[in-house]
T-cell receptor, first 108, second 117 residues
Framework: GENVEQHPSTLSVQEGDSAVIKCTYS??????FPWYKQELGKRPQLIID?????GEKKDQRIAVTLNKTAKHFSLHITETQPEDSAVYFC???????FGQGTRLTINP | GAGVSQSPRYKVAKRGQDVALRCDPI?????LFWYQQALGQGPEFLTY????????KSGLPSDRFFAERPEGSVSTLKIQRTQQEDSAVYLC???????????????FGAGSRLTVL
């Protein structure tokens, strides 16, 4: 089955700087790659997703890139703000397999 | 309803007790998933329903775990003879389309936090 690895497990950046979180996956048949944001005690919320026929997708300060050959995809957050602080999960496959999560802290 | 609703939000059980967790998906959503999220971990897949059919239960950790969705809407996850290692947040998610129709955009419920003493 699918295996998803996520790095780093924690990330601390200064407000206004960019943050990048990377994930690798194992199943070349996977064709859907969402990113979820989970605030403490809250449900995971979809923030952006990408499908395998697209290499990059952007939504305001958030972008996701996909490299199907290398089987990795990344989340990019630019101009980070304190409200971006949360745990971020990548996922892959049709029945989603999640990464271990990245705790992102934005330092004012 | 407007979102995925789960109940109870919090459940404390004594070891050996049976528990039942309920999920009300978004009306009309075909697919329903259960995930287990341990503290500080990502959600781990438990089981998947397409309408009333349980198509994948490969993630259920033992035969103490049982899920059903008899009428293709509300689902119940039952855990028999709970153990301390069952303590986790149990997340339910639903999706409009069937798994085999392509990518699933999941909407998660708030979860049921189970603590087994």
């Amino acid at each position: 089955g699918e295996n998803v690895e996520q790095h780093p497990s924690t990330l601390s950046v200064q407000e206004g700087d960019s943050a990048v979180i990377k994930c690798t996956y194992s199943d070349s048949a996977s064709n859907y790659f969402p990113w979820y944001k989970q605030e403490l005690g809250k449900r995971p919320q979809l923030i952006i997703d990408i499908r395998s026929n697209v290499g990059e997708k952007k939504d305001q300060r958030i972008a996701v890139t996909l490299n199907k050959t290398a089987k990795h995809f990344s989340l990019h957050i630019t101009e980070t703000q304190p409200e971006d602080s949360a745990v971020y999960f990548c996922a892959a496959s049709i029945v989603l397999v999640f990464g271990q999560g990245t705790r992102l802290t934005i330092n004012p | 309803g407007a979102g995925v609703s789960q109940s109870p939000r919090y459940k404390v059980a004594k070891r050996g007790q049976d528990v039942a967790l309920r999920c009300d998906p978004i009306s009309g959503h075909v697919s329903l998933f259960w995930y287990q999220q341990a503290l500080g971990q990502g959600p781990e897949f438990l089981t998947y329903f397409q309408n009333e059919a349980q198509l994948d239960k490969s993630g259920l950790p033992s035969d103490r775990f049982f899920a059903e969705r008899p009428e293709g809407s509300v689902s119940t996850l039952k855990i028999q003879r709970t153990q301390q290692e069952d303590s986790a947040v149990y997340l339910c998610a639903s999706s409009l389309r069937a798994e085999n129709s392509g990518a699933n955009v999941l909407t998660f419920g708030a979860g049921s936090r189970l603590t087994v003493l």
